[in-house]
């Protein structure tokens, strides 16, 4: 399974570490990953210019790094969100990831589950994760507000959201979650 | 994970009148969006009631993220407004309510209200950052005044005088009504709104018309313009 973490963590800190154990752990389960400090890449914001609909289909006008974003998270079979939460939601560094992710959506709209949703591009999206760090004022309201949009994100990305958790969820649990659950179903995907 | 279905609109409070509003235009394309325009009339609305001012400024001016967080704890009243960008607030919005940290739980602070306006023809899609956004104020200890969504916000810009005249005059009543009471009126927010959600009837409708060229045609004409539209479904990166 090829996998992509997309790191939201706008500076160095212990989330840093507990990701990096994370990954190294998925790895010796034979997982590749593919792991994006999106810190330490060229992110512009996206300024809705829709030039990737209707200029350049598929490919952002602005001449950063997002193309490597977008690249990783369609080839992958799940990609993980992963963000301290600052102010009540997820960091704005991985915000202005996802922003930039439009352009692997079609501006045409279809009917999916009775609402009006973006029409798919390609044929298959990964599954899709988040895992978050709380911040000293996190409660479970902020994590289930968090949860529901991160879910209709995914829901607009043809895709779902797998889980929804917290750093201090023990690493183990996590890459249990990953490998043992969703493995299986992103074969079946394939298949 | 299962999703929330059904989200009822949050309600605001009421509160003295404010004399001035500052409303901040959570748009990317600032003076060039939708947003602006629609946050425009809500704030001629406050101003038409004679001692009441509004100022706007425009959050894509991202160097002045620091003296808008100064501008906004100083504030009287706040209104931020921005389009729904995957689901929530545009990446550069997130970044000023970073950059509002340190009023977190601070005494005092403005009481503030929004406005939502996104591309989805449905208000519903709005509905789930408007319970953070409610949530937001509380978390600045700051009265909730409440959100405006508006569905089918994606050309506004583009439309005739007439067609925005009810958007437009609905605005304008909510700004005026906030001056003279100090809260948004209820019955104008499901007008704005538009469509909550198809019914099981409507569904099927909206789901014909969205294979029809008329659906498209606000694309198709732009990817046509721009000699694109034969490559209207590439996949850049798919796998080779």
């Not at chain 1, 790191?7 to 990954?23: I, M, R, V």
């Not at chain 1, 512009?44 to 829709?50: L, N």
């Not at chain 1, 193309?67 to 915000?95: H, V, Y």
């Not at chain 2, 209820?186 to 008329?214: D, M």
Request: proline letters at 6%; a negative charge.
């Amino acid at each position: 399974m090829i996998i992509t973490t997309l790191n939201g963590n706008p500076a160095p800190s212990n989330f840093d570490e507990y990701l990096a154990q994370l990954e190294t752990r998925l790895e010796e389960k034979g997982q590749t990953v593919n792991h994006i400090a999106l810190r330490d890449i060229d992110l512009s914001y996206c300024i809705g210019c829709f030039g990737c609909w209707v200029k350049t289909p598929g490919v952002c006008s602005s001449a950063d790094e997002s193309c490597e974003i977008r690249r990783a998270m369609i080839q992958s079979d799940f990609t993980l969100w992963a963000a301290p939460m600052n102010m009540g939601f997820p960091s704005a560094l991985l915000k202005r990831a996802l922003d930039k992710t439009i352009p692997l959506i079609h501006p045409y709209m279809v009917v999916d589950q009775g609402e009006a949703h973006h029409r798919k591009r390609y044929e298959s999206y990964p599954r899709l994760g988040l895992l978050v760090e709380p911040e000293l004022d996190t409660d479970a309201n902020d994590l289930d507000i968090v949860t529901n949009i991160f879910s209709r994100i995914a829901l607009n990305f043809k895709s779902r959201l797998e889980f929804s958790l917290t750093s201090d969820t023990p690493i183990e649990q996590l890459v249990n979650r990953i490998v043992e659950d969703l493995y299986p179903m992103c074969q079946s995907r394939k298949a | 994970m299962p999703i929330e279905k059904g989200l009822k609109p949050t309600v605001g409070e009421r509160i003295t009148p404010p004399g001035h509003l500052t409303i901040f235009n959570g748009s990317p394309r600032g003076n060039k969006g939708n947003t602006r325009l629609m946050l425009e009339q809500f704030g001629e609305g406050f101003e038409s009631v004679p001692g009441h001012t509004y100022e706007l400024h425009n959050l894509n001016r991202l160097n002045d993220h620091k003296k808008f967080s100064q501008i906004f704890r100083d504030a009287e009243s706040i209104w931020m407004g921005f389009p729904l960008y995957t689901d929530s607030m545009p990446g550069m919005v997130k970044a000023f309510i970073e950059a509002l940290e340190s009023l977190r739980g601070r005494e005092n602070n403005p009481p503030i209200g929004f406005l939502v306006q996104s591309g989805f023809p449905e208000a519903l899609h709005s509905r789930y950052v408007e319970r953070y956004l409610e949530k937001l104020a509380s978390r600045l200890k700051a009265s909730y005044l409440g959100t405006i969504v508006k569905g089918s916000g994606e050309g506004i810009r583009m439309m005739p005088a007439d067609r925005n005249a009810k958007l437009f005059s609905s605005l304008q009543g909510l700004g005026r009504e906030l001056a003279q009471n100090g809260y948004l009126n209820p019955e104008l927010l499901p007008e704005i709104a538009g469509v909550e959600r198809y019914s099981a009837l409507l569904g099927p409708v909206f789901k014909i018309f969205l294979r029809t060229s008329a659906a498209s045609w606000h694309w198709d004409s732009q990817l046509k313009e721009n000699g694109v539209y034969e490559e209207r479904f590439a996949q850049p990166y798919a796998q080779q």
